[in-house]
């Protein structure tokens, strides 16, 4: 199961809506089912600038195309927020399960918080204290930027019927 938090760093908790109801997804993350969560702070760092964009564009495919399009309209928008390019959120959780390698991870605890009257549905990472919880996820802590790139743009060709 791959879920995709918000930044752990602007916050103790995670600021992702799981309150209705976050009792289910706590239970998923009770269940033993493999986790992963990729968060904002790892999908702000896989990003297509509008290079990259022009390569895709330069597959020649209908897909290729239809993806540039797509990813050029966040450029400007994450800009403002200081992320050099427009950040694949939805493909960095498809390739973290196709591919890995590419990221780094944590194997710790994550928890949702149920009861909080500020806090309800905002899930909690455990990754470095001394509390001995049974890690029930991956936490996926970085990227690397320029192989994810590459990868995409391969994935790309190949639906597009030019790859290997």
């Not at 918080?113 to 802590?141: F, M, Q």
Request: aromatic share 8%.
């Amino acid at each position: 199961m791959l879920y995709t938090p918000s930044e752990p760093e602007e916050a103790p908790a995670e600021p992702e809506l799981l309150s209705e109801p976050p009792e289910a997804a706590e239970l998923v993350l009770r269940s033993g089912v493999r986790i992963a969560m990729c968060g904002l702070d790892v999908t702000h760092k896989a990003y297509f600038t509008r290079e990259d964009i022009r390569r895709l564009e330069a597959l020649g495919t209908p897909q290729a195309e239809f993806a540039a399009a797509v990813i050029e309209s966040g450029v400007d928008i994450h800009r403002r927020y200081g992320v050099e390019g427009s950040p694949m959120h939805d493909p960095c959780a498809l390739l973290y399960a196709l591919r890995p390698d590419l990221f780094t991870q944590v194997h710790c605890w994550a928890g949702v918080e149920c009861k909080g009257r500020l806090t309800r549905g905002r899930t909690v990472i455990d990754a470095y204290s001394d509390a001995k919880r049974t890690p029930n996820c991956h936490w996926v802590t970085g990227v690397d930027r320029a192989a994810f790139v590459e990868e995409t743009i391969r994935l790309l060709a190949r639906y597009g019927g030019q790859g290997d």
